[in-house]
């Protein structure tokens, strides 16, 4: 079992709350964990404690949207929905599965 700094509280000031000066306790959490959250941590360029950091703040509440943001979403979603070629899901992973094989076609060729 592998023991794992754990930040006692999240300094507010910082977009993900870690604060490498603050007060830190000791977790214990299982091998493959451990191996998961150093892989996911190495892939972003973080240390562990920075990941799980980032992990609870995301965790901890909503986040306040954007209005420019959502007006953005908005505009995307009308014009996906004025194109009228919606397709069923179960058509879209038949036509995915030909990818690499002789019945592969082009989407509008299928």
């Keep these: 079992m592998l023991r794992m700094p754990c930040d006692t509280f999240l300094d507010s000031g910082r977009v993900f709350g870690y604060n490498p000066q603050m007060k830190t ?4 959490i299982d ?3 451990a191996m998961a959250l ?3 941590a190495a892939e972003r360029g973080l ?6 950091a980032e992990l609870v703040t995301l965790e901890a509440g909503p986040v306040d949207a954007d ?3 959502i007006v953005e979403l908005d505009r995307r979603w009308k014009a996906f929905e004025a ?3 919606v397709a069923a899901n179960d058509d879209v992973v038949r036509w995915l599965r030909t990818w690499g094989t002789p ?7 299928r």
């Design 31 to 33: 091998d493959d964990t």
């Design 25 to 28: 306790q000791m977790i214990e």
């Design 38 to 40: 150093k892989q996911r």
């Design 83 to 85: 194109q009228g070629s």
């Design 47 to 52: 240390s562990v404690p920075e990941l799980l």
């Design 103 to 109: 019945a592969f076609r082009n989407w509008r060729n």
């Design 67 to 69: 209005v420019d943001d």
